[in-house]
C-alpha cells in the first residue's frame, strides 16, 4: 500500500512538473485602439456638462434637453421630440437644487461616463432620508467634435458591439497641450 502511495505521489509530481514546462505560446489577440485625450478633449466636455448643468439649475429643461443627443451605431443624431419630452419628464421627477459633477471618465471615442450627483434637497444633520441622486451621461466624439448623450439601458445595449470593439479598458494616454 505504501508504494502505491509513493507511486502516485510521484505520479502527481512529475505530472505537476511537466504541466510547468508546456508553456503554450501566448494567443496574439488584435491589439486594442489606443485613445488619446488632450486638455482640450477634457475642456469641451467639461463645458458641455457646465452647460447642461446651469440650464438644469435654472429650470430650463426644454434647454437642457435640447443639448442631448442619441448614439446609434458609429452615428450621433439630435433626440426627436418624443425622446426630449421623456428625457425632461424624468429630469423634471429629479429636479434638484444642486447639481455636481461627481466624476468622468475616458475609455474611447463612444464609450466615456459622466456622473453628476443631484441634490434634492438640503438636509438638516438627524434628517434619514436620502437627498441625493445620480445622473449619467456618455460623452461622445463624433468627427472630432464632443457630444452629450444619454447613458442608459437601451443606447448601451444597441450600441453593444461597438463598445466592445473599443473596448472599456483601453490604455489611454493624456497629452499636456501648451
Known sequence: MKRLFLFLAAVV????????????????KKPRKVYTFTKQDS??????VSQFTARL?????????EMLNIL????????EPVQQRRQAMALGMVRGIRYDLNYVRFNSDRNNEIKLDIT????????????MTGFYLRPV???GKWYLTVKDNITDRENSNYFEKEGTDAELSETEEE
Open 13 to 28: 509530481m512529475l505530472a505537476g512538473f511537466s504541466a510547468c514546462g508546456d508553456k503554450k505560446a501566448p494567443v496574439n
Open 43 to 48: 475642456t469641451e466636455v467639461l463645458s458641455l
Open 57 to 65: 439649475q435654472n429650470n430650463d429643461l426644454r434647454g437642457a434637453v
Open 72 to 79: 446609434k451605431g458609429d452615428s450621433v443624431f439630435p433626440m
Open 120 to 131: 434634492l434637497f438640503e438636509k438638516q444633520s438627524d434628517d434619514p432620508r436620502p437627498n
Open 141 to 143: 466624439r463624433f468627427e
